[in-house]
């Protein structure tokens, strides 16, 4: 993949990761080296952030269940948990993927942890009010346009309270930050195309009052969070 490319608008092309005849060795490799770079780029803070706000919103209630869609290996879950450790929170995770690969390395990664089920479906899929909290990391700027709004009203229908967004910011530092961190962690070829493709296809802030818009959500929030992720806060309308 080219390092040169314009970042005034979001990328169209897909991803390696949307085309689902692929998979197999090569993705689970891919999803490994994910969880490396969500750790070098701080993946968890911003959905810990819209979370922790929304169970606010709550009430801060002692029970609380999450679903985590297009979660793939599920780490950005761990610091969640530690979270609810230390509130003595009951929480429960249900991380939902439609490729078995990732429900494959989710289970691996949550082997001991009671707390975390793993479900293979598409979120188009999952019922209404599946959870008090739907969750998507780095999973909505897979969709653009009206597949945009579709899937992020369907998170909504899935919640109870409320949606939490946790997506990258596009922007040429991170761009250029992701595109030669690939390059010194990874051979894999999901990992070094999807990376940097994944901040083009990325928001600025422009693009979440555009969706905000089209939502009809007066309430959504968005945050600026480190490093170059926004934290989007969609309550469910009373």
């Given amino acids: 993949m080219s390092f040169f490319r314009t970042l005034s608008n979001r990328a169209r092309e897909d991803e390696l990761m949307d085309d689902f005849s692929m998979g197999g060795e090569e993705l689970s490799e891919a999803l490994q080296h994910l969880r490396r770079l969500n750790r070098i780029f701080a993946a968890p803070g911003p959905t810990l952030s819209g979370v922790e706000k929304l169970w606010k919103s709550m009430g801060c209630p002692s029970t609380l269940s999450i679903m985590d869609v297009g979660a793939g290996s599920g780490d950005v879950n761990q610091k969640l948990l530690r979270w609810s450790d230390q509130k003595g929170i009951q929480l429960n995770i249900t991380l939902v993927d439609k490729t078995e690969e990732a429900c494959d390395e989710a289970r691996r990664l949550f082997r001991h942890e009671p707390r975390v089920q793993v479900q293979l479906a598409d979120v188009q899929e999952v019922p209404d009010a599946s959870a ?55 051979a894999n070829r999901y990992i070094r195309h999807d990376g ?3 901040v083009a296809k990325g928001f600025t802030g422009r693009d979440w009052r555009e969706l905000k818009e089209r939502l009809q959500r007066e309430t959504m929030t968005y945050e600026w969070k480190p490093l170059f992720r926004y934290s989007v806060v969609i309550p469910n309308d009373p």
């Fill in 196 to 198: 940097p493709l994944s």
């Fill in 132 to 186: 008090d909290i739907v969750t998507g990391s780095q999973f909505i700027h897979h969709f653009e346009g009206e597949q945009l709004v579709e899937i992020v009203s369907h998170m909504l229908r899935a919640s109870i309270h409320g949606v939490v967004i946790n997506d990258i910011h596009r922007h040429l530092l991170p761009y250029t930050a992701v595109w030669l961190t690939t390059r010194m962690i990874s």
